[in-house]
Nanobody, 125 residues
Framework: QLELVESGGGLVQAGDSLRLSCAASGRTFSSIAMGWYRQAPGKEREFVAAISWTSNAIYTDYRDSVKGRFTITGNNAKNTVYLHMRSLSSEDTAVYYC????????????????WGPGTQVTVSS
């Protein structure tokens, strides 16, 4: 079992930056892939970013609309994954969910084994 807990959400102004954290417990997440999804009001949950590790490399994927603005990183020692967000706009307003899956392709395509409860990000214009 893997428990995921997000933090760092809040209310920010357009153009601001924010960092979300996802703390994982229950197993070492370096053996699986992690990611972030978001769900805006009235919309379906959508993929945002994913990360996976090998012994000598880190791999990441992003949805097109956040490339260059969002960065996903991970700290294996702390079992924590981060989503660094900058140049936020009202279109980024959503509940952000931490996710874990067997590999990065599964996380990217929605085959998720574990979800966090979510953290609200609201961007005011």
């Amino acid at each position: 079992q893997l428990e995921l807990v997000e933090s760092g959400g809040g209310l920010v102004q357009a153009g601001d930056s924010l960092r979300l954290s996802c703390a994982a417990s229950g197993r070492t997440f370096s053996s699986i892939a992690m990611g972030w999804y978001r769900q805006a009001p009235g919309k379906e949950r959508e993929f945002v970013a994913a990360i996976s590790w090998t012994s000598n490399a880190i791999y990441t994927d992003y949805r097109d609309s956040v490339k260059g603005r969002f960065t996903i990183t991970g700290n294996n020692a702390k079992n924590t994954v981060y989503l660094h967000m900058r140049s936020l706009s009202s279109e980024d307003t959503a509940v952000y969910y931490c996710a874990a899956g067997a590999d990065r392709q599964k996380v990217t395509t929605g085959s998720i084994d574990y979800w966090g409860p979510g953290t609200q990000v609201t961007v005011s214009s």
